[in-house]
């Protein structure tokens, strides 16, 4: 009864020993890449916002009737993450039991301690590329024509270039009341 007891409590003690909380971290995607609204400052103005590996090379704000309206403006920031190094020294405490039945029956119990160093130089961290963050602005000539329709407008996005190049389209954004 003590055995399968023992192996439980040292598998849970193994699995928290192994989620290292050191500096080292993966980008994570976004959970909203493209993001569309109207520009604080200008009323007429569709601000779309779009965070991805690829950067922002066009975009178009598409009419029902087919019109295109291109992005007067588009700004982006290139996101880099920290290396980290080779990372912080680690701790690990291990447990575990058993007991073996037959002649000369044993049980037992064991504490592991272990320590782990970085080798190497960690203080060569370089900056890695992990996305570009683009802002682009196009502006609404007709905002009644706009407002009338607004849910059959279109904004599409195209990201990268050449053969990499592709193209994202999302609704347009409810108008400011």
Same mark, same amino acid.
């Given at each position: 009864?003590?055995?399968?007891?023992?192996?439980?409590?040292?598998?849970?003690?193994?699995?928290?020993?192994?989620?290292?909380?050191?500096? %080292?971290?993966?980008?994570? &995607?976004?959970?909203?890449?493209?993001?569309?609204?109207?520009?604080?400052? =200008?009323?007429? /103005?569709?601000?779309?916002?779009?965070?991805?590996?690829?950067?922002? /090379?066009?975009? =178009?704000?598409? &009419?029902?009737?087919? +019109?295109?309206?291109?992005?007067?403006?588009?700004?982006?920031?290139?996101?880099?993450? %920290?290396?980290?190094?080779?990372?912080?020294?680690?701790?690990?405490?291990?447990?575990?039991?058993?007991?073996?039945?037959?002649?000369?029956?044993?049980?037992?119990?064991?504490?592991?301690?272990?320590?782990?160093?970085?080798?190497?130089?960690?203080? %060569?961290?370089?900056? +890695?590329?992990?996305?570009?963050?683009? /802002?682009?602005?196009?502006?609404?000539?007709?905002? &009644?024509?706009?407002?009338?329709?607004? %849910?059959?407008?279109?904004?599409?996005?195209?990201?990268?270039?050449?053969?990499?190049?592709?193209?994202? =389209?999302?609704?347009?954004?409810?108008?400011? &009341?």
């Amino acid at each position: 009864m003590k055995t399968p007891i023992l192996i439980l409590i040292s598998a849970f003690l193994m699995a928290s020993c192994t989620s290292n909380s050191g500096s %080292q971290r993966t980008a994570v &995607a976004p959970a909203n890449p493209v993001v569309t609204g109207f520009a604080e400052s =200008e009323q007429d /103005t569709v601000k779309v916002q779009v965070t991805d590996p690829q950067p922002v /090379t066009r975009v =178009e704000l598409a &009419a029902p009737d087919g +019109r295109i309206f291109l992005a007067h403006q588009i700004d982006r920031e290139r996101l880099t993450r %920290q290396g980290g190094g080779y990372g912080q020294p680690t701790v690990g405490v291990g447990i575990g039991g058993g007991s073996s039945s037959g002649w000369g029956s044993r049980s037992g119990v064991g504490v592991g301690l272990g320590f782990g160093f970085p080798l190497g130089d960690a203080s %060569q961290s370089a900056a +890695r590329p992990v996305g570009v963050a683009s /802002t682009a602005l196009v502006r609404v000539p007709d905002m &009644a024509a706009y407002r009338a329709q607004w %849910q059959q407008w279109r904004v599409r996005i195209y990201l990268g270039e050449g053969v990499s190049q592709r193209m994202v =389209e999302v609704a347009a954004p409810p108008p400011v &009341a």
